[in-house]
């Protein structure tokens, strides 16, 4: 173990901001993170085993007890849910004989939950050894396993490869991009190289200037302009970093894997583009875990465009040296915050940063950094090849361009469409075929639950805004057990629990919806959870635990007829009895409640 453990820590740098990089070769290598590797780990690089600990112990993927020769994670996100998955988890726990978060007696075989691993387009889905298997049934479950049983590779397992470039030899997986509508911009022509040679001809600021022309806002849900995000880190001095986001772990989108898979060429020279802007020598991609797969695929990339001069020293004979990196994740959804992510990429805890001083002033390595969505980068290759006129004359007036939009649920259509801003939601649904839909959720978790009454309402940054996760939702569903309940067990579980009332009032939502989905619940407690939303607004200091209520008060507050027909319509005889019945059901969840007189 000494020599294996000395052996990763010297490939992967020696150096303590490498450290997930070391904890997942471990992972890999054990099939856990041992103890021992621990004190050898923080020996090797100088630091406390504390230090090692608390972040071996933050991420789903780090273990401390071997998982199965083969590590089965099935997706029990909501649209998975709606999917079947309970028939394949079912399936599993027959064939493998044990329960799901338990490992066979022989060590053959684990089985365990994840949260949405960005295939809700072909649900249900299960990692293998990272390797997908998607539109999983029975059938398919009673042949995987047999084959583990036989001791075949997980690849020779796959059935069948995908499209594009989910065939290609380091991808093998059978998922399929479904690109179902392709617009001008990231799913457009692509002619590799063009556009970062006219970059590397102009000005910086003269790039940076056509970005904020075109009125590019960050893809990635925030919506914060690009090209000022681009001039603000500019202006800083010293060393400068470019991150792109590609954690892309809002349930129900999947818009970034076809991106990372199908625009590979085109994210890393809108990176190469961005790092000339703002004067960096370095970028880094930061990969979710979930698509450990594509790594091998996109590093080949990388050697790709550093033998054809798009990379690395004096790019296109242009005196601008720069490379990129990838620095995978391990499984934290907190992590798509960018000041968790650049905790994450130095090898720390997830856990969101104070602002300010904003990562444009102090992010990576405490570098001015901006940190970008995939899909931007892939924006701004295209804004700088025609113009930032030319982008901004599509979409709206606040938004504008095009969206890539993740959408699937109940409608015969799921996939990728890139769309102009400004469309609504009727003409989405009408776009992807779905009938008889009770509810869209738009924007994942942390969005909004829009009712048919609202369907008007226009996907943009103005209206209903969206880093592209559509979750559509058919009236056969029980949208507060199947959904609701999903979203805040989710939340519960992806907290860091670095804010109080972050760690506590989800757990405290997630028990009151069970509550009232078992038919116990009291009409106030549909006032107290959305006082309690209300607080975890205002007092946790990330997006996560801002929005983390949303599934509960935006449902409450667009389908209260749902939850009122749950719960118990009580004809208090007194006040007192009031209270006392509010004080009793709040108890019961591990709360003290909010009483208004």
């Given at each position: 173990m000494?020599?294996?453990?000395?052996?990763?820590?010297k490939?992967?740098?020696?150096s303590?901001?490498?450290?997930?990089?070391?904890?997942?070769?471990?992972?890999?290598?054990?099939r856990?993170?041992?103890e021992?590797?621990?004190?050898?780990?923080a020996s090797?690089l100088?630091?406390?085993?504390a230090?090692?600990?608390?972040?071996?112990?933050?991420?789903?993927f780090f273990s401390?007890?071997?998982?199965?020769?083969?590590?089965?994670y099935l997706?029990n996100a909501?649209v998975?849910?709606m999917?079947?998955?309970?028939?394949?988890?079912?399936e599993?726990?027959?064939?493998a004989?044990?329960?799901?978060g338990e490992?066979?007696?022989?060590?053959?075989?684990?089985?365990d939950?994840?949260?949405?691993?960005?295939?809700s387009?072909q649900?249900?889905?299960?990692?293998?050894?990272?390797?997908?298997?998607?539109?999983?049934?029975?059938e398919?479950?009673?042949e995987?396993?047999?084959?583990?049983k036989e001791?075949?590779?997980?690849?020779s397992?796959?059935p069948?490869?995908?499209?594009?470039n989910?065939?290609?030899?380091?991808v093998?997986?059978?998922?399929?991009?479904?690109?179902?509508?392709?617009?001008p911009?990231c799913?457009?022509?692509y002619?590799?190289?063009?556009?970062l040679?006219?970059?590397?001809?102009?000005?910086?600021k003269?790039?940076?200037?056509?970005?904020?022309?075109?009125?590019l806002?960050?893809r990635?849900?925030?919506?914060?302009p690009?090209?000022?995000?681009?001039?603000?880190?500019?202006?800083?001095?010293g060393?400068?970093y470019v991150?792109?986001?590609a954690?892309?772990g809002?349930?129900g989108?999947?818009?970034?894997?076809?991106l990372?898979?199908?625009?590979?060429?085109?994210?890393?020279?809108?990176?190469?583009?961005?790092?000339?802007?703002?004067?960096?020598?370095?970028?880094?991609?930061?990969?979710?875990?979930?698509y450990?797969?594509l790594?091998?695929f996109?590093n080949s990339?990388?050697?790709?465009?550093?033998?054809?001069?798009m990379?690395?020293?004096?790019?296109m004979g242009?005196?601008?040296?720069y490379?990129i990196r990838?620095?995978s994740?391990?499984?934290a959804?907190?992590?798509?915050?960018?000041?968790?992510?650049i905790?994450?990429?130095?090898?720390k805890?997830g856990?969101?940063?104070n602002?300010?001083?904003?990562?444009?002033?102090?992010?990576y390595?405490?570098?001015?950094t901006i940190?970008?969505?995939?899909?931007t980068?892939c924006?701004a290759?295209?804004?700088?090849e025609?113009?930032?006129e030319?982008?901004?004359?599509?979409?709206t007036?606040e938004s504008?361009g095009?969206k890539l939009?993740?959408?699937?649920g109940?409608?015969k259509?799921?996939?990728?469409?890139?769309?102009e801003?400004?469309?609504?939601i009727?003409?989405?649904?009408?776009?992807?075929?779905?009938?008889?839909?009770?509810?869209?959720?738009?924007a994942?978790?942390?969005?909004v639950c829009?009712?048919p009454?609202?369907?008007s309402?226009?996907?943009a940054?103005?209206?209903?805004?969206?880093g592209?996760?559509?979750i559509?939702?058919?009236?056969?569903?029980?949208?507060?057990?199947?959904?609701?309940?999903n979203?805040?067990?989710?939340?519960e579980?992806?907290?860091?629990?670095s804010c109080i009332t972050?760690?506590?009032?989800?757990?405290?939502?997630r028990?009151?919806?069970?509550?009232?989905?078992?038919?116990?619940?009291i009409?106030?407690?549909l006032?107290?959870?959305?006082?309690?939303g209300?607080?975890?607004?205002?007092t946790?200091?990330?997006g996560?635990g801002?929005t983390?209520a949303?599934?509960?008060?935006?449902?409450?507050s667009?389908f209260?007829?749902l939850?009122?027909s749950?719960?118990?319509?009580?004809d208090?005889?007194?006040d007192?009895?009031?209270?006392?019945?509010?004080?009793?059901?709040?108890e019961?969840v591990?709360?003290?409640?909010?009483v208004h007189?």
């Amino acid at each position: 173990m000494e020599e294996k453990i000395k052996s990763i820590i010297k490939t992967s740098g020696n150096s303590p901001d490498r450290l997930m990089d070391i904890l997942l070769s471990v992972q890999k290598e054990f099939r856990c993170v041992p103890e021992e590797a621990v004190s050898l780990i923080a020996s090797a690089l100088g630091i406390s085993e504390a230090d090692v600990n608390q972040t071996k112990t933050f991420y789903h993927f780090f273990s401390s007890k071997p998982v199965g020769k083969y590590a089965v994670y099935l997706n029990n996100a909501a649209v998975s849910g709606m999917m079947g998955m309970a028939e394949v988890a079912d399936e599993f726990e027959k064939q493998a004989g044990i329960k799901f978060g338990e490992t066979t007696p022989d060590g053959l075989i684990s089985l365990d939950y994840t949260a949405c691993i960005g295939m809700s387009d072909q649900e249900p889905a299960a990692l293998i050894n990272s390797v997908v298997f998607t539109e999983l049934t029975r059938e398919k479950v009673k042949e995987i396993v047999a084959g583990m049983k036989e001791g075949k590779t997980v690849e020779s397992m796959v059935p069948e490869y995908g499209d594009g470039n989910n065939a290609h030899p380091l991808v093998k997986s059978m998922v399929k991009n479904n690109i179902r509508k392709a617009g001008p911009v990231c799913l457009g022509d692509y002619d590799a190289g063009k556009t970062l040679s006219k970059a590397l001809s102009m000005n910086p600021k003269d790039v940076i200037s056509e970005v904020q022309k075109s009125n590019l806002r960050g893809r990635g849900g925030a919506g914060f302009p690009t090209g000022l995000k681009w001039l603000f880190c500019s202006q800083e001095s010293g060393e400068r970093y470019v991150i792109c986001n590609a954690d892309e772990g809002e349930p129900g989108t999947f818009k970034d894997r076809v991106l990372l898979t199908e625009r590979a060429k085109m994210i890393f020279e809108g990176m190469t583009i961005a790092g000339w802007a703002i004067g960096a020598k370095e970028g880094i991609v930061y990969l979710r875990y979930e698509y450990d797969y594509l790594l091998k695929f996109l590093n080949s990339i990388l050697d790709e465009m550093r033998e054809k001069n798009m990379l690395g020293k004096n790019i296109m004979g242009k005196g601008f040296d720069y490379d990129i990196r990838i620095q995978s994740g391990a499984g934290a959804y907190v992590c798509g915050e960018e000041s968790a992510l650049i905790e994450s990429t130095e090898g720390k805890r997830g856990e969101p940063r104070n602002r300010p001083p904003f990562p444009t002033q102090s992010g990576y390595n405490e570098k001015p950094t901006i940190i970008n969505n995939v899909e931007t980068f892939c924006s701004a290759v295209k804004i700088v090849e025609k113009g930032g006129e030319w982008f901004s004359n599509m979409g709206t007036e606040e938004s504008s361009g095009t969206k890539l939009l993740s959408i699937s649920g109940d409608c015969k259509q799921p996939g990728v469409y890139e769309v102009e801003w400004g469309m609504t939601i009727k003409e989405m649904l009408d776009m992807v075929d779905a009938t008889d839909v009770q509810a869209v959720q738009v924007a994942g978790p942390s969005g909004v639950c829009v009712p048919p009454s609202q369907f008007s309402r226009k996907i943009a940054i103005e209206d209903l805004a969206t880093g592209g996760s559509m979750i559509v939702v058919g009236k056969q569903r029980d949208l507060i057990k199947d959904i609701v309940l999903n979203f805040m067990e989710f939340f519960e579980d992806e907290s860091c629990g670095s804010c109080i009332t972050c760690r506590s009032f989800n757990m405290i939502l997630r028990r009151m919806v069970e509550k009232i989905v078992e038919g116990r619940g009291i009409k106030p407690d549909l006032d107290n959870m959305v006082q309690w939303g209300e607080i975890m607004r205002n007092t946790s200091r990330c997006g996560l635990g801002q929005t983390s209520a949303n599934p509960v008060s935006t449902t409450i507050s667009n389908f209260r007829e749902l939850y009122e027909s749950k719960v118990k319509d009580v004809d208090f005889q007194s006040d007192f009895d009031m209270k006392k019945a509010i004080i009793e059901s709040c108890e019961a969840v591990g709360r003290p409640p909010v009483v208004h007189e």
